[in-house]
């Protein structure tokens, strides 16, 4: 979930259990746990070579340090990728646009989305969980035994794509990816532009008195880590500034039921304040189907 997306205000939302079912693609053969759909144009699934984690990886780096201002590194600056050690043991969920053309008329699909997904038996097979650089996730995960987790992370969407269809599928695909493997929480970091937690004490504060996660889901940063913020009372808070003041992503969590752990983490690398976001399903679904029930039913997605 780190780094969020900018779509525009109250197009993202919401998932529902009922999208169990994988998809067969005639033109392009793919692995049977690709996760196919199709809505008009476009098409959502895991990348299945390295060559689309190359792509994603350059889309990342346009939207993250062209567009957002992340510093890059070395490598990053050599490359024009956002490279990273966990995108080798990640799931990498892509949104394509099957009718893009080059400049001679021919088609050359684009990726123009995407969100890196781990889950929590690959995590301790090999690094850990990405957020854990910043929060003690293993904190709740020893709370939650038995529990599945899956976390989210390098959300992105093409500037010229951010529309309520290609978001919508990006959020289908997580929910196909997670009906598959049985996850039962979605966690990750999110991110508010800025790295002085002070002039963000507006939404900070908002957060922890509207969707403070209860103390059985919490995550805490890790010590040392915690941003010095100065949580404002209720009553000195006025809800559609904080509202305004949230990421897009953010408010899309905020409207499936997300909650967020106390405490923020200053990443100075990409510019922001990350809070840690908790998302049961069992708590998400009956509002992430009212979003998301209808538009995949329609004749033009393929789902089998």
Known sequence: MTHSFDAPSGEIAPVSGGFARLARFGRTPLPSNAL?????????????????????????????????????????????????????????????DLERTNRFGRPKPKIVGAYRLLRQDVAERHFGFYSQREFDVEALVRRRQGTRFLELGRACV??????????????????LYASRHRIDALIGCASLPGVDPRALAVPLSFLRHQAQAPDAWDVRPLPGREANVDILEPQEIDARSALAALPPLIKAYLRVGAKFGAGAVVDAQFGATDVFTIMPLADMEDRYAAYFGAPMERPDSVLA
């Open 36 to 96: 196919v759909a199709r809505f008009g144009p476009f098409e959502v699934r895991l990348a299945t070579t390295k060559k689309e984690i190359r792509k994603a990886q350059r889309l990342r780096y346009e939207v993250f340090f062209e567009e957002g201002g992340a510093r890059p590194d070395a490598a990053a600056k050599l490359t024009r990728r956002d490279i990273c050690p966990y995108d080798s043991v990640c799931d990498h969920l892509l949104v394509i």
């Open 158 to 175: 093409h500037p010229r794509y951010r529309s309520k269809r290609v978001i919508e599928l990006l959020w289908r695909g997580l929910w």
